[in-house]
């Protein structure tokens, strides 16, 4: 299964050159799975499954410039892959059938205590399956 965000692409994300600067991309990313990882259960009044994690590891490829701000571009993403503490994030940003940008991020489960990886739990993997791209 996917998960749909809708980005909105600002005036101010466009640079010098009239296209999305590149670090924007992964805010995309960012925005997208905190929706899919947390704004979901606080609209169900429920305690999200994916709190205690960290970006060990992001990486974009560009396809196509955007170069339209003020509007919605879709971010779909998936877990790619699950290890013991950490998963696979993909992502691509989309609109109107044009594939912009591929993302993958790299998800690490850490104690907030602590600050160190810990394994992903029974609740997390559960969830985490649910966006498994078998």
Do not use: C
């Amino acid at each position: 299964m996917k998960f749909n965000h809708k980005a909105f692409v600002r005036w101010d994300d466009l640079d010098a050159f009239g296209h999305v600067n590149n670090a924007k991309y992964l805010v995309y990313a960012q925005e997208a799975r905190f929706e899919w990882g947390y704004q979901q259960f606080a609209e169900k009044k429920e305690e999200s499954a994916l709190i205690e994690m960290v970006v060990a590891r992001g990486e974009v490829d560009y396809l196509v410039p955007i170069t339209v701000g003020g509007t919605y571009y879709d971010v779909n993403l998936w877990v790619e892959s699950l290890g013991n503490s950490s998963f696979v994030m993909a992502y691509q940003v989309e609109k109107d059938g044009v594939t912009f940008a591929k993302i993958k991020t790299v998800q690490v489960m850490i104690d907030l205590a602590s600050r160190k990886s810990r394994p992903i739990n029974e609740v997390e993997r559960a969830f985490l399956n649910k966006y498994l791209d078998k």
